[in-house]
């Protein structure tokens, strides 16, 4: 079997059943359904001890509810209300429950349900008002911590992809992430692979070399990243099974066959990344994360028991170096196995929990991290996207470049960092790209062109360093249609994110009965004249995907002319080149049409500055 069958047969399977203790929530109070043009809003109350709601759906009162599914194809459960359900149609009765969700697998009774139907008649528009004279605090900005990459001995390799040198676009993804995203490390698989020698036996005794990694690294570092150093996957001649084995590169998933060797190996990397880096720098800007998803079968061989054991061991490996020196886990897919970790574990330190997931906003963890007494650890989605299915073609769409927005904008003041999976679509784990768009899960494409979803983060960036208080009201306000804004004291330049997205994958392609108008007010500007810009991302804005399917003709790969198409178009386009525009008793209004899925950035600058 190869190696995509094999990974796309077994994702999704258990590794095993960890077990843990049992948490009683009470179904959630307040719910409410409201109906609009094409959805139904839901809200309700919160539940003390939630990290999140998984909201149900039936034909009648008497049920059966079944957890609604908005194709994410991983976690169904979001963090918070309100919830766009955009599943239903028109003019169709449904009845909704939620629940309120302990951890991802310890879901609690659903609450009395409440009947609505979503409409085809046309909504009242949606109001966005920002308070310019506010102040909320610091933007949180929880994508700059991390991003995801493929392995990074493939930031090193000549061979090309699509006539384009994989190694050097890779890097260059990297630092443009860097650079124009603010992202301050890099998150990869793989560095105890044998492709870079790290671990062999010879005569029955270890043999180390660590000059692969020294190369990888010190890349890294020439990109102004650092590394979170993800502790897998296992050398051959120190695997218990090292036919056990993941994508086409034959990472190795099985448990050490000498738990001593193991701790030694670990101890003797970390040891020598310190010796070589600096103690300050490896402890300050570093961090180190046990394995990956090893709850999935595809990512371990061994039994839960087995996983919380290389945990354990490696953790202490690492803080033997130095206790200072940052490790967590569990590195969970679909955020499962944090309880098990956490009662595992007992009172060994976790510097941070990690956990990921895809298709829904991330959880909040926060609840689960007290429970083990444990409040304040920092959380960290190590992984997080659109989708956890390979060859997607959501991943080109703006229905995942909007999705993003939502994820971020859900995540900020309640973990720490949300690192989007991946930064370039040089990746190699199922094989490698065989077209331009091919649904990889790169920000950026090979030959390095911006899809939808670097442009959301990059709009994100853009965003000033005060929040504001922003108010809605309308169809689909704060559920369908969302929003931030920001100003910039020093300058007084305002600026306000809106978008117009639903969790439900079925309108990847875009829904035009979701489509809103929008009017943006801006209170509280000083008087006077300011210059207004509008940023748009969607189908016919700033949307490389796009323009390929229109001059492609069905081709993999563009011809020279193409790409020069390509990259002309490669840019974060204007809805209208920029005007004057005044304050008056301190308000500014912008109406426009955002179409579902878009986003719009607009910017108020006062003149002359």
């Not at 010190?218 to 084995?245: C, H, K, N, Q, Y």
């Not at 990512?299 to 490790?327: M, N, Q």
């Not at 927005?405 to 990746?427: I, K, N, Q, T």
Request: glycine share 10%; aromatic share 8%; with cysteine.
């Amino acid at each position: 079997m190869d190696a995509r069958t094999d990974f796309e047969t077994r994702l999704g399977r258990a590794s095993g059943e960890a077990g843990g203790a049992a948490v009683s929530l009470p179904a959630p109070g307040g719910l409410t359904a409201r109906p609009g043009r094409a959805q139904v809003t839901l809200s309700w109350d919160p539940v003390d001890g939630a990290a999140g709601y998984l909201v149900h759906v039936a034909e009648s009162a008497d049920g059966p509810f079944e957890p609604l599914d908005h194709q994410g194809r991983d976690v169904l459960s979001v963090p918070h209300g309100p919830y766009a359900d955009t599943t239903g149609t028109p003019g169709v009765e449904r009845w909704y429950a939620v629940a309120a969700v302990a951890s991802v697998d310890q879901v609690g009774p659903l609450s009395s349900p409440v009947a609505a139907a979503s409409t085809s008649a046309e909504g009242e528009p949606v109001a966005v008002v920002v308070d310019a004279a506010s102040d909320e605090g610091e933007l949180d900005r929880p994508w700059r911590p991390m991003i995801g990459s493929e392995h990074l001995s493939h930031a090193l390799s000549t061979d090309r992809t699509g006539g384009r040198e994989i190694g050097a676009e890779l890097r260059a993804a990297l630092k443009a992430a860097h650079d124009e995203l603010g992202v301050e490390t890099v998150r990869a698989h793989g560095i105890l692979g044998d492709d870079l020698g790290v671990y062999r036996e010879v005569d029955g005794e270890p043999v180390y070399d660590f000059t692969g990694v020294d190369r990888v690294y010190d890349m890294v570092l020439s990109l102004g990243l650092r590394p979170i150093v993800e502790i897998s996957f296992m050398p051959r001649d120190l695997a218990a099974d090292p036919s056990a084995t993941v994508f086409e590169y034959g990472a190795i998933i099985s448990p050490p066959k000498d738990w001593d060797r193991w701790y030694d190996l670990v101890r003797a990397f970390v040891a020598h990344l310190v010796d070589r880096y600096g103690l300050d720098e490896v402890r300050d800007r570093w961090a180190f994360e046990v394995w990956n998803e090893a709850n999935l079968e595809v990512f371990w061989s061994g039994t839960p028991e087995d996983f919380f054991r290389l945990h354990s061991v490696a953790a202490r490996a690492v803080k033997d170096v130095d206790p200072g020196l940052r490790v967590g886990g569990p590195a969970s897919a679909a955020a499962g196995w944090i309880d098990q970790l956490l009662t595992a574990i007992g009172d060994e330190p976790l510097d941070f929990v990690s956990t990921h997931t895809y298709g829904s906003p991330p959880l909040d963890l926060r609840p689960v991290l007290a429970r083990h007494g444990r409040a304040g650890t920092p959380i960290w989605w190590t992984e997080w996207g659109v989708t956890p299915t390979h060859f997607n073609e959501v991943s080109e769409s703006v229905f995942a470049a909007v999705f993003l927005l939502r994820g971020m904008r859900s995540a900020m003041g309640r973990l720490e960092a949300l690192s989007y999976w991946v930064v370039s679509d040089h990746f190699e784990e199922l094989g490698r790209p065989p077209a331009l768009f091919h649904g990889g899960f790169g920000l950026r494409t090979v030959g390095e062109l911006r899809k939808p979803r670097w442009w959301a983060l990059a709009m994100l960036e853009a965003l000033p360093a005060r929040r504001l208080a922003v108010r809605s009201s309308g169809d689909g306000a704060d559920s369908l249609v969302e929003s931030l804004a920001a100003l910039d004291p020093s300058t007084g330049r305002a600026a306000a994110l809106v978008w117009n997205g639903t969790l439900d994958q079925s309108k990847a392609a875009g829904s035009a009965e979701l489509g809103r108008r929008v009017s943006l007010r801006f209170t509280g500007l000083p008087d006077g004249d300011y210059e207004l810009r509008h940023h748009r991302v969607d189908d016919d804005h700033s949307c490389v995907p796009a323009v390929w399917r229109r001059i492609g003709g069905g081709a993999d790969w563009p011809t020279d002319a193409q790409w020069a198409g390509l990259r002309a178009a490669d840019r974060l386009d204007q809805l209208h080149p920029p005007r004057r525009v005044t304050a008056a008793g301190g308000a500014v209004d912008v109406e426009f049409d955002l179409p579902n899925p878009s986003m719009s950035l607009v910017e108020l600058v006062p003149f002359g500055n």
